[in-house]
């Protein structure tokens, strides 16, 4: 028995590896069981797995880098203070654009040219069905991908021709004012001029296009320019600082239709588009006189602006603030005069010359308020009365229906009860020299003479002294007046 047991703890002692067979001490022919025993509990002990956790440090995920983006850190690396702008420093920044790598690509068009019927080629041609086949190699592609990409991402200044530019950008002096104007059956000359705004460095009057497509809604010939461009911020408690775009603009489309809007965006091309849409949102029609000018001449005010507008005859022009100019082209106005008073704020200036557009009155409207006839003076037709509108509802008041104290002029009711200042005209120098007396006494017997026969062939339908009834020899009978009108 005791040979038996020592083998089978030979053989266990073996397979776990604590001593070897040769060193097992023997008591009186036996072995040592409890050493053995004691050695493979301490074995078990070894191999089986700890309970203790092993703690390791733990580091602090929550960084500077992890909470903000690359463009931010990239903004913050190469970006210059407002400080440093001050003192000049990086002019250069900002100037670098990123390149569009999707620029002049196709999708399933690559180096190898493989049609690929569905991707880049029709499934079905006519009648046959379109075979995935291998083209000839494009040599050109990769050289026109590379020149495309050149011209990405390189700051250019806008280079104005000084032919339209002139000798300096906010002088007329050395620019270019088109061709003449044509006579008889010559030759039409084009000219297309750079649209650069007020002046060559500010958005103020420069063409930003027609505002976007709005369902089935097209502006066709409509034109926005910006009024006034300016950069905004306001502080607030979790961004701090908030810096925004602010444009207000005025669109059109030349034939007395317009709107004006502001809006604001954290980039210039997002309160463009956004600004230029809701401004056509906002039409309105403005009547106009022969497509030409005002109706008639009006007062109106907005804050501490006051705007006094003339009606003028074709060709005169628009003698106004460049603001009132620039909404005057773009709804089709072409003949004003206008005086601006008080504030010269942009806002202020479009809403009361907007006001006064709306306000303007028809000659039937304003006949139809009086319940009198409208009449008209003019010179040219040397001051004959015309009547231009009457009461459509043929209802017209009598002198005595008229109060003494209602206005009956019209420059008082269309201006509000309001007279327009008119400058103190002083007497010529000459007309105190001793030869201007002379004149007048050498030239008073028919200084009146002109406008008295025409007063008289009006009248009397010929030239004829007040006494011809009674004296028939008193007839006048000059060859150029003799007869009736």
């Known amino acids: 028995m005791a040979g038996a047991g020592a083998t089978r703890i030979a053989k266990l002692t073996l397979n776990l590896r604590l001593f070897s067979i040769s060193s097992l001490p023997l008591c009186n022919g036996r072995a040592r069981c409890t050493s053995t025993l004691a050695l493979v509990n301490k074995r078990k002990e070894l191999c089986q797995p700890s309970l203790h956790l092993i703690q390791q440090p733990v580091r602090n995920t929550n960084s500077f ?4 983006s690359a463009e931010q850190l990239w903004k913050g690396v190469t970006s210059v203070s407002n400080a440093g702008k001050k003192k000049g420093r990086g002019k250069g920044v900002g100037k670098a654009m990123s390149k569009n790598l999707n620029r002049g690509q196709i999708i399933g068009v690559g180096e190898e040219n493989i049609v690929w019927p569905g991707l880049n080629a029709p499934v079905i041609q006519g009648r046959e069905l379109v075979q995935q086949k291998r083209l000839p190699k494009d040599e050109e592609r990769q050289a026109a991908l590379v020149r495309l990409r050149d011209t990405m991402g390189k700051f250019r200044h806008l280079k104005i021709d000084p032919l339209e530019r002139g000798w300096s950008g906010t002088r007329m002096g050395g620019r270019s004012v088109g061709p003449p104007d044509t006579i008889g059956e010559g030759n039409v000359c084009v000219c297309v001029c750079v649209e650069r705004g007020w002046s060559g460095t500010r958005m103020g009057g420069r063409s930003v296009g027609p505002p976007d497509t709005i369902g089935e809604d097209t502006f066709e010939g409509f034109d926005t320019r910006v009024l ?8 607030t408690a979790v961004f701090g600082r908030r810096r925004r775009v602010s444009i207000f603009v005025v669109t059109g489309n030349g034939n007395g239709l317009g709107g004006f809007a502001l809006a604001k965006a954290t980039t210039v091309q997002g309160a463009t588009r956004r600004a230029k849409n809701k401004a056509a949102q906002n039409l309105l029609q403005f009547p106009l006189y022969n497509d030409h000018t005002v109706l008639h001449d009006f007062f109106s005010h907005f804050g501490k602006t006051k705007l006094y507008v003339k009606k003028m005859p074709e060709g005169y022009g628009l003698v106004c603030h460049r603001v009132i100019q620039t909404i ?22 479009t809403k009361a010359f907007i006001m006064g557009l709306t306000q303007q009155k028809t000659h039937q409207q304003l006949a139809d308020e009086k319940h009198l006839h409208l009449v008209e003076f003019r010179e040219e037709n040397l001051n004959f009365p015309k009547v231009v509108a009457s009461p459509q509802d043929d209802v017209v008041r009598t002198l005595g229906q008229i109060p003494k104290d209602e206005e009956l002029d019209f420059d008082r009711v269309v201006l509000d009860g309001k007279v327009r200042l008119q400058r103190k005209k002083f007497p010529r120098f000459y007309t105190k020299l001793p030869g201007y007396q002379i004149y007048l006494k050498k030239y008073a017997k028919t200084r009146n003479q002109e406008k008295v026969k025409i007063d008289i062939m009006a009248r009397e339908g010929e030239v004829r002294s007040f006494f011809a009834d009674q004296h028939p020899e008193c007839k006048l009978k000059w060859g150029k007046y003799e007869g009736n009108v």
Do not use: H, L, P
């Open 328 to 349: 005057c082209r773009v709804i089709g106005i072409k003949d004003i005069y206008a005086k601006v008073e008080g504030s010269i704020c942009v806002q202020n200036m």
């Open 65 to 68: 880098f992890n909470r903000t």
């Open 228 to 235: 006034e461009f300016k950069f905004v911020t306001c502080m």
